[in-house]
């Protein structure tokens, strides 16, 4: 075999590693429910991601900037509010929600509040029809929990998206790993806070971010409730994701899947790492989803300046 056959095939195995679904590794020996203890005054650790910013969004002060459009939907085990911001006045509501796996899945905190510092710096940039609402960290307990693979459940020690209506059941399972579901459906205070949140007010679309498969996966729930391909297809081809079917494990009790038997399209984006925000294709994606729900017409100057 020659030099240059060689290191052709590391290269090539070296891709295959990277963008496999086996990504991240997981240890099968955690106890479901298991957590590290929380000394006084801990530092977030996020995987690369800003830990400031980290401890602003998941911290238990209750009192936002009166200049903010922010809100609280609900409280975490440990009292710490899960705060929304909202962008626009439109009919149709885009819901982005970020760290429902904490800590763990970092960067989608992070990349949840880029999409924050943007529109706050840029409101001309959410399209006539529509309204943003994002919520960063849907799993404020977990966010502080540092970067391990505890810090992915709330502070009893449940996986948030394994809480969830569609398809729930009492054994749950990430990759090899057995993880705690709750003791029923919707038995987390985040579930029932995103839950109410969703219902009293239906979304036209719903995006949860997570890392690092690195896809697009849309929910859907049996055969009633199938995937929403038109969604899929438009964030991949925005975002540059693939989007494609999630088959490398099964998945109970996952929120995208319980809004798809709502009626209401949601999707996964998987980041492709653990570190990166990888914000510029998300804002693509957003844009994209925009174009699609806003009322204004083709020639409207705020569609010709997004959707172009």
Do not use: K
């Given at each position: ?118 529109f706050r710096d840029h ?167 925009q174009c699609y729900l ?15």
């Amino acid at each position: 075999m020659s030099r240059w056959t060689t290191l052709i095939l590391i290269v090539l195995a070296c891709l295959l590693a990277a963008c496999g679904a086996e990504r991240v590794s997981l240890p099968s020996t955690l106890a479901p429910g298991q957590l590290p203890p929380m000394p006084d005054g801990v530092t977030p650790t996020a995987n690369g991601a800003d830990d400031a910013r980290l401890a602003a969004i998941s911290g238990l002060d209750a009192t936002p900037d009166p200049a903010d459009d922010r809100f609280d939907i609900g409280r975490s085990v440990e009292g710490r509010p899960i705060w929304a911001w909202r962008f626009g006045e439109g009919e149709r509501r885009l819901v982005l929600v970020g760290a429902i796996h904490g800590g763990f899945e970092a960067n989608s905190a992070l990349l949840a509040e880029l999409l924050i510092d943007h529109f706050r710096d840029h409101p001309e940039d959410v399209l006539p029809g529509v309204e943003i609402v994002i919520i960063p960290a849907a799993n404020p307990d977990g966010l502080v929990r540092g970067s391990g693979v505890e810090a992915r459940f709330n502070a009893n020690g449940v996986d948030l998206n394994r809480n969830w209506g569609c398809e729930w059941s009492e054994t749950a399972v990430v990759q090899d790993m057995t993880v705690n579901p709750g003791t029923g459906p919707f038995s987390e205070p985040e579930s029932q806070a995103l839950r109410d949140f969703f219902l009293t007010e239906p979304p036209a679309a719903v995006v949860f971010y997570h890392s690092a498969a690195g896809g697009v996966f849309m929910g859907e729930c049996g055969d009633d409730h199938p995937a929403a391909d038109w969604m899929g297809e438009m964030l991949e081809e925005a975002t540059g994701y693939t989007y494609g079917q999630f088959d490398y494990y099964e998945v109970s009790g996952d929120a995208s899947n319980w809004l798809a038997a709502q009626g209401i399209p949601a999707a996964i984006i998987e980041l492709n790492t653990q570190t990166e925000p990888e914000f510029a294709q998300n804002l693509r994606g957003v844009y994209a989803l925009q174009c699609y729900l806003t009322s204004a017409g083709a020639d409207h100057p705020a569609v010709q300046r997004v959707c172009s």
